[in-house]
């Protein structure tokens, strides 16, 4: 992750949440990252749509950057996803 991207998304956050009066949950018990947070994109395609659906962040970062970064981030992905790992070759087109 680029620290400056993410720095500048955590204050922008902050910033909109101290703005708009956003209540925080309540204060998590025990070990907050055992549960799975629907609301967490947990993969990378999606943290895109994510981001793509923010009005907020690109109030903050810029509707031009936004688009920018996306594009860049779908074309690595699309890059690193054609590339076939030794165990899809294994399990895929190996014959025993």
């Not at 703005?19 to 943290?47: C, L, Q, S, W």
């Not at 749509?49 to 923010?54: K, L, P, V």
């Not at 810029?62 to 165990?87: Q, T, V």
Request: charged share 25%.
């Amino acid at each position: 992750v680029n620290p400056y991207l993410c720095l500048a998304t955590m204050l922008a956050g902050l910033h909109f949440g101290l703005t708009n009066k956003i209540e925080p949950p309540e204060m998590a018990e025990g070990n907050a990252g055992a549960a799975y947070d629907a609301g967490v994109p947990f993969r990378p395609r999606r943290a895109l749509e994510a981001m793509a659906g923010s009005k907020e962040l690109a109030d903050y970062l810029g509707g031009d950057y936004i688009r920018a970064y996306i594009e860049c981030k779908e074309a690595e992905l699309n890059k690193f996803e054609a590339i076939m790992s030794p165990a899809e070759f294994d399990w895929f087109l190996q014959s025993d």
